[in-house]
Structures are given as structure tokens and as C-alpha cells.
């Protein structure tokens, strides 16, 4: 629960109360109108003439009803909008087809985590095509536009895990961007985000270590944490949308058992065999149309990758055996 969750059910319950009014109300006039003035008792029809104070007494409760709806929302919506001097911000790029969320000391993930009873300001913007930022929970909905960087501000106030998703169509696996967001007590929140990033730091400087020239090579647990910068990258560049690492058939090849596997691809035109090796995968991934494994479209896009995440994240397929 956020904030402003109890505020937002209660705009919904007012607007739906007056509805719910309304419509016992005219039914009833309605009914009681259809008996009094049936055929068979009033067999003359009159004249109606003007009467002007019922003609604005129903213009002016209606004005009325629908400007303290509008003047309620409003209020609500600006407790969104209000953004807290000491406000914890985390960046929030959509893209097809998954979540990216990154905090104020440069950790990323797919998952948002929010710190319990602090502030928040989602800072929204879209890779691609819209897409609208969705948790029920919080009663949170926010379009992100394509070139247009958006925002909302939030306190959650209960821990747990809540669903977050698209609630805006947006291509072919729309579905499958849903992620969720976890809200943490104050040490749990800020031990992930500096653990998490600290990996992420160990792992460079390992890569560092080992690949600096004139270095004695150290011993250091260097495949288990490229595995895991490989599983990080491979989420937050959206591999997953398009190659599963379960086997099954997403609009890519999966990743699972593709290391060292033959397959037919087209190439200028040409079918031809290849093994699935390191510089296949390497050259797949910065350059996807140069050869296409068949049976698949080509519509991935070329990859700007630094050397080391290429590094990592051939290596994580390698592990998906």
C-alpha cells in the first residue's frame, strides 16, 4: 500500500456512490412517472409550460456533482505529482518487452525495490513504444509516451512483494512484461542496492586483474561471477524477450543447450551449417542479420556491447546446458 492508495479508493468510491445514486433515483422516477401518468388515467395530454428555477436547479446539481468529482480527483492526483525534498529517485526505462530500473548509486535490475516509509520518485521514460507503468496494488498507472520523460512519487507503507506491469499494449509479447516490486525495510533495501553493485564492481575488477598485461594471473572466482554479470546483462539489455533460457520458443532461439549446438542459418542468401561457438555468438549478437538461424525472422537489432559484456554474457549461455 502507498500513500495515497486509501485516497485513490475513496475518489472511486464517491464517483461510483453518486452513480449508484443516481441510477435508483431516475429508475424510480422513471417507474413512478409510467404509473401516475399512464394512458388509461390521463387520457388528455397538457401542455408543459417553462419552469426556470427547474430548469437551473437541475443544471446547477449536476455542475455541481461533477466539479467536487473533478475537484476530489485532482486532489488525489497532485499527492502523486508532489515530489519530497529528501525523495529517493530511481530511473525506470520500459522497453519491449521488459522493466529496467535503476537507483541513485548506479545498480540496475528488472525488479524495483522501494525502501519502506521513504519517499520515491519514479523518474519514467520509453525505449520504444508507449507503455504504461502499472501497480494494482498502489493503484499506480503512468503512460510512459515515446520522447516524452514522465514521473510520479510514491511512499510505500507496507513490505511485501506487489505485481507490476504493462497496462498498455505494446507488440507481440506484451504479456510478458510484468515484473515486481518489493518493498524493503531501511538495512535490507540499501544492503541489496550496495551488495548487488559491489558485485557488479568485483566482477569488473577481477576482469581487470586477469586481463591486465604483465599481471600474474589470480584465482579468483571469475566464471561464477561472469555467469551471474552475464544473467544481469542478459535481462537488462531484454535478451529475455525474445530467447527463453527454458528451451522454449520465444521469437529468438532460446539460450538453453544453444552453446556448442549445430544449426542451419541463412547467410547472403545461403543456407549453412554452423556450431553455436564463442565467435558465432559474438558476431549473432553485433551483428543479428548477418546470419539469421533458420525458421526465425530477422528482427533483432545490432548490439552496442563493451568487450567484457560480451565476455559475459556468451558466458552465461554457455552455462545454460
Given at each position: 500500500?502507498?500513500?495515497?492508495?486509501r485516497d485513490?479508493?475513496?475518489?472511486?468510491?464517491?464517483i461510483s456512490?453518486?452513480g449508484?445514486f443516481l441510477l435508483?433515483?431516475?429508475?424510480?422516477?422513471?417507474?413512478?412517472?409510467i404509473?401516475?401518468?399512464?394512458?388509461?388515467k390521463?387520457?388528455e395530454?397538457?401542455?408543459?409550460?417553462?419552469?426556470?428555477v427547474?430548469?437551473i436547479?437541475w443544471?446547477?446539481?449536476?455542475t455541481?456533482?461533477?466539479?467536487s468529482?473533478?475537484?476530489y480527483?485532482?486532489y488525489?492526483?497532485?499527492?502523486?505529482?508532489?515530489?519530497?525534498?529528501?525523495?529517493?529517485?530511481?530511473?525506470v526505462?520500459g522497453?519491449?518487452?521488459s522493466?529496467?530500473?535503476?537507483?541513485?548509486?548506479?545498480?540496475?535490475s528488472?525488479?524495483l525495490?522501494l525502501?519502506?516509509?521513504?519517499?520515491v520518485?519514479?523518474?519514467?521514460?520509453t525505449?520504444d513504444?508507449i507503455?504504461?507503468?502499472?501497480?494494482?496494488?498502489?493503484?499506480i498507472?503512468?503512460?510512459?509516451?515515446p520522447?516524452?520523460?514522465?514521473y510520479i512519487s510514491?511512499?510505500?507503507?507496507?513490505?511485501?512483494t506487489?505485481?507490476l506491469?504493462?497496462?498498455e499494449?505494446?507488440?507481440?509479447?506484451?504479456?510478458?512484461?510484468v515484473?515486481k516490486v518489493?518493498?524493503?525495510?531501511?538495512?535490507?533495501?540499501?544492503?541489496k542496492?550496495k551488495?548487488?553493485k559491489?558485485?557488479?564492481?568485483?566482477?569488473?575488477?577481477?576482469?581487470?586483474?586477469?586481463?591486465?598485461?604483465?599481471?600474474?594471473?589470480?584465482?579468483?572466482?571469475?566464471?561464477i561471477?561472469?555467469?551471474?554479470?552475464?544473467?544481469?546483462?542478459?535481462?537488462e539489455k531484454?535478451?529475455?524477450?525474445?530467447?527463453?533460457?527454458d528451451?522454449?520458443?520465444?521469437?529468438?532461439?532460446?539460450?538453453k543447450?544453444?552453446?556448442?549446438?549445430?544449426?542451419?542459418?541463412?547467410?547472403?542468401?545461403?543456407?549453412?551449417?554452423?556450431v553455436a561457438?564463442?565467435?558465432?555468438l559474438?558476431e549473432?549478437?553485433?551483428?543479428?542479420a548477418k546470419?539469421?538461424v533458420?525458421?526465425?525472422?530477422?528482427?533483432?537489432?545490432?548490439?552496442e556491447?563493451?568487450?567484457e559484456?560480451?565476455k559475459?554474457?556468451?558466458e552465461?549461455?554457455?552455462?545454460?546446458?
Open positions: 500500500m502507498a500513500n495515497f492508495t485513490v479508493d475513496n475518489v472511486f468510491l464517491y456512490g453518486i449508484f435508483l433515483l431516475i429508475t424510480f422516477l422513471m417507474l413512478f412517472f404509473f401516475k401518468y399512464r394512458s388509461s390521463n387520457k395530454a397538457e401542455d408543459v409550460k417553462d419552469n426556470i427547474l430548469e436547479t443544471t446547477l446539481i449536476p455541481v456533482i461533477v466539479l468529482m473533478f475537484y480527483g485532482f488525489v492526483f497532485k499527492k502523486m505529482r508532489y515530489i519530497p525534498p529528501d525523495a529517493y529517485e530511481i530511473k526505462t522497453r519491449q518487452w522493466w529496467l530500473f535503476e537507483y541513485e548509486n548506479g545498480f540496475k528488472d525488479t525495490y525502501l519502506l516509509n521513504k519517499p520518485k519514479l523518474t519514467m521514460k525505449m513504444v507503455h504504461s507503468l502499472y501497480i494494482p496494488a498502489f493503484r498507472k503512468e503512460d510512459l509516451p520522447g516524452y520523460e514522465t510514491l511512499t510505500p507503507k507496507d513490505t511485501g506487489y505485481d506491469l504493462c497496462a499494449y505494446c507488440g507481440d509479447l506484451h504479456s510478458y512484461m515484473t518489493k518493498v524493503l525495510e531501511e538495512e535490507k533495501f540499501y544492503s542496492i551488495g548487488e559491489e558485485l557488479e564492481e568485483k566482477v569488473e575488477k577481477t576482469e581487470e586483474k586477469i586481463e591486465a598485461p604483465g599481471k600474474k594471473e589470480e584465482k579468483l572466482d571469475f566464471d561471477n561472469l555467469v551471474d554479470k552475464g544473467k544481469k546483462l542478459v535481462s531484454v535478451c529475455i524477450a525474445c530467447h527463453s533460457t528451451g522454449s520458443r520465444l521469437i529468438g532461439p532460446s539460450f543447450g544453444m552453446y556448442g549446438k549445430k544449426e542451419v542459418v541463412v547467410s547472403a542468401g545461403k543456407e549453412v551449417e554452423i561457438d564463442d565467435e558465432y559474438k549473432s549478437i553485433l551483428e543479428p546470419k539469421v533458420k525458421g526465425y525472422e530477422n528482427l533483432m537489432p545490432p548490439s556491447l563493451k568487450e559484456e560480451l559475459a554474457i556468451i552465461y549461455i554457455k552455462s545454460l546446458k
